[in-house]
């Protein structure tokens, strides 16, 4: 079982940016992409930026690509998300999650979840 801890969630003024950190207890075959994904409330779950451990491909949805940007340093087993430019509908609860591949991860059907941080963005 591979655990994840997210990190960096926090309030932030509208235009600014902030970082998250997702740190992964392994790195598996079985979990070999990451992704970020968010909730605000009363809105269905969106897969927000995925990436693998190894090679140099991103995704990223229409909806945030520009201005969310995903890392890994896989030295720490960690996963970053950068997001510019917030806006207060960015407010949200992020999770990251794992999975065998970066479609399920934009199918959302990760094999493994952490708890979320919240970012709220005030106007």
């Known amino acids: 079982q591979v655990n994840l801890v997210e990190s960096g969630g926090r309030v932030v003024r509208a235009g600014e940016s902030l970082t998250l950190s997702c740190e992964a207890s392994?790195?598996?075959?079985?979990?070999?992409?990451m992704g970020w994904f968010r909730q605000a409330p009363g809105k269905e779950r969106e897969w927000v930026a995925a990436i693998r451990w190894a090679g140099v491909s991103t995704y990223y949805p229409d909806s945030v690509k520009g201005r969310f940007t995903i890392s890994r340093d896989n030295a720490k087993n960690t996963v970053y998300l950068r997001m510019d430019a917030l806006q207060p509908e960015d407010t949200a609860l992020y999770y990251c999650?794992?999975?065998?591949?970066?479609?399920?991860?934009?199918?959302?059907?990760?094999?493994?979840w952490g708890q979320g941080t919240q970012v709220t963005v005030s106007s």
């Open positions: 999650a794992g999975a065998d591949a970066v479609m399920r991860l934009q199918q959302q059907t990760p094999s493994t």
């Open positions: 392994a790195v598996t075959f079985e979990i070999n992409s």
